[in-house]
DNA sequence: TTATTAAGCGAGC
DNA sequence: GCTCGCTTAATAA
């Protein structure tokens, strides 16, 4: 396990990255950057507002089950600047009505940004729930010019 | 096997 | 605007 700290317009950030890929990204309060990564370069670069294509970085799926793999994966389809409803994802993937446990599965993601999970709001506009909080959620959503 | 849980949605007032 | 009822899979007891 490989562990970057670095600095985003969002505060620190903590990339964990396994063999396998990256395992977990997190906010943290107060830190010191140690060192770089690729990875850690384009997530600071698309929350500065440039178009970054996360879609072939490998992300390492331990600990998640075979469903709950599934959604993220079709959340990670999104295209940038676009967003979709938590219901959409739940019928994609073959849930006609079991599109609550979406949101349930959201909020296992360990790796926002990565997984955009921050373009699934509510069918009304409004924002769902965000791992790091709304305001991020906000932030992110502004960033690729969607407005609420 | 049962109870609990999760970041939603649409109907009806 | 607000309240209410509901679905699903995963996890814990």
């Known amino acids: 396990m490989e562990e970057i700290i670095f600095y985003s317009p969002i505060g620190y950030l903590l990339l964990q990255i396994t063999k396998?890929?990256?395992y977990a990204v997190k906010k943290i309060e107060k830190g010191e950057t140690t060192?770089?990564?690729?990875?850690?370069?384009?997530?600071?670069?698309?929350l500065e507002g440039e178009k970054v294509d996360f879609a072939k970085i490998p992300i390492d799926w331990s600990g998640y089950s075979p469903?709950?793999?599934?959604?993220?994966?079709?959340?990670?389809?999104?295209p940038y600047g676009e967003w979709r409803s938590y219901?959409?994802?739940?019928?994609?993937i073959g849930l006609n009505y079991g599109w609550?446990?979406?949101g349930k599965v959201?909020?296992?993601?360990?790796?926002?940004?990565?997984?955009?999970?921050h373009r699934i709001i509510y069918k009304n506009k409004n924002l769902g729930g965000f791992t790091w909080g709304k305001e991020v959620k906000k932030?992110?959503?502004e960033l690729e010019g969607i407005s609420l």
Request: net charge positive; glycine share 6%.
């Open 106 to 117: 959201l909020s296992l993601n360990r790796t926002p940004i990565i997984i955009p999970c």
């Open 100 to 102: 609550r446990y979406i």
């Open 35 to 46: 060192g770089s990564h690729p990875v850690a370069e384009m997530i600071k670069r698309y």
């Open 67 to 78: 469903l709950q793999k599934k959604v993220l994966e079709k959340v990670r389809e999104v």
């Open 87 to 92: 219901s959409w994802v739940g019928k994609e």
């Open 20 to 22: 396998r890929g990256i």
């Open 139 to 141: 932030f992110l959503l």
